[in-house]
């Protein structure tokens, strides 16, 4: 745990350097044990060679002196004598297992009883006397007269043994030496591979509130691992700087309708203390009062939902409804205000939609109100039904007042915007929040709202609610 730790809290240069460090080394102590074991296989192989071409050459000089052992003796003694690329030592057995005579370095350096017991051609390492031996077990042919010898030989070795002593010493500091280049190496590679982060990091760093369209700059080009990296973080800074003006928007248009209400109530209260009045003039002052109450409460309720909705803290409970029966409950509600305008509400057609009811009713009366709002008195409120081909339901609210102007289209759907501020007053609610809410409700739904108006058709605003494909 405390390595694992210690491993989260370092920094990715130090990983890398880390990371480095450790597979250059391993890569170097796997090529000095390779090459280690693969020099003693060639040492190994070469004192085989060796002994069993002395095999051969003791075996040609016993044949040439007819099986005497004294020459091969005699020969044996003279090859020890003096200076020799491979110096042996050897003792000569009859096959009686008497010993007919020995080089004088093997009577001192390797004595009869020392000698470990091997069969023939086989080899084995042995230390004597400060030096490294390859002990080994010859046995000759006897020809005119058959009697077979046994020599003892002991091959001085202690050259090939100190060369790879001195080559593993070499390594070994080799090794040591490597870990603080190593480290060097690592730091400055990582901290030349790791320079365009720090480069993003000082870009990232200038981005301020007051700063919001601050980018990372493309130029000069980044490492092809970084490209996605800041499109992505320049992205996302588009979409804070957006979401950060439409707060800072939404923060003034609030306090703007607020403010409204409030000081309507407060300077409908300030006159009324200003001298005494009758119970009438109370009554109607309380009566005012308690409508802007309203109308702040009902402000409020919206701007709680928009902010639910936000936050994907609402859910959706969708079901198959109606959608003719849900728009006759609409009308059933804002009959009162439709016969005050003497406005008519007339439903066409009818379509199971895919929705949350509570929802639906709640978008229908917001675009319902907003048509009472602005149709002329007498006039007549279309609710239009249909399917689409692909199964969508279509929902058109259409009424013959005034047109919006094109220039204030695009923005109807935008928190708090009013296209006549004046024509809301007078009508009562305008907060602007209405088809804000109705935006938000089709996007929970994965829908879509659209408004045209014109002068010869008026104004007509469409619901699109997908169909939700059933589980077969």
Known sequence: MTLRRANRTLSIGARLTLSYTLITLMVM??????????????????????LEAKAAELQADLNDDNGHPDALIAEIMKETTGTRLREYEARVFAADGQMLGETPGMAGTIPVSDFPALDAGRARPFAAGGHQWVLALIRLKGLSRPQDISIQIALDVSRDAALLKDMRRAMVFVLLLLVPVLVLAGRFVSARGLAPLHRIVTAAGGVTPVQLSARIPLEPPWPAELVGLVSVFNAMLGRLEEAFARLTRFSADLAHELRTPLGNLSGELEVSLMRP????????????????CRR???????????????HAELVLHRQRFAAAQAAEWVIAQQTTVAARKAVQIAVSGDTPVDADPV????????????????????????????????????????????????????????????????????????????????????????????????QENGTTVTLYFPAIPSAE
């Not at 102590?29 to 060679?49: K, P, S, T």
């Not at 702040?296 to 936000?310: C, G, K, P, Q, V």
């Open 359 to 454: 929802l639906f009713r709640q978008a229908l009366t917001n675009l319902l109100g907003n048509a009472l709002r602005h149709a002329p008195p007498g006039s007549a409120v279309a609710i239009s039904i249909a399917a689409d081909a692909d199964g969508a339901a279509t929902v058109a609210v259409h009424n013959s007042g005034e047109p919006i102007s094109p220039e204030h289209l695009p923005h109807l759907f935008d928190r708090f915007y009013q296209a006549d501020p004046a024509r809301s007053a007078e009508t009562g609610r305008g907060t602007g929040l209405g088809l804000s809410i109705v935006r938000t409700i089709m996007d929970l739904h994965g829908g879509d709202v659209r408004i045209e108006s014109t």
């Open 296 to 310: 702040l409460n009902s402000l409020i309720e919206d701007l709680l939902f928009m902010a639910r909705a936000e």
């Open 29 to 50: 102590v796997v090529f000095a044990v390779v090459a280690d074991w693969r020099l003693g296989v060639n040492f190994g192989a070469e004192h085989a060679r060796f």
């Open 277 to 292: 009045r009758s119970a009438e003039e109370y009554r109607a002052t309380l009566e005012s009062g308690l409508e802007e």
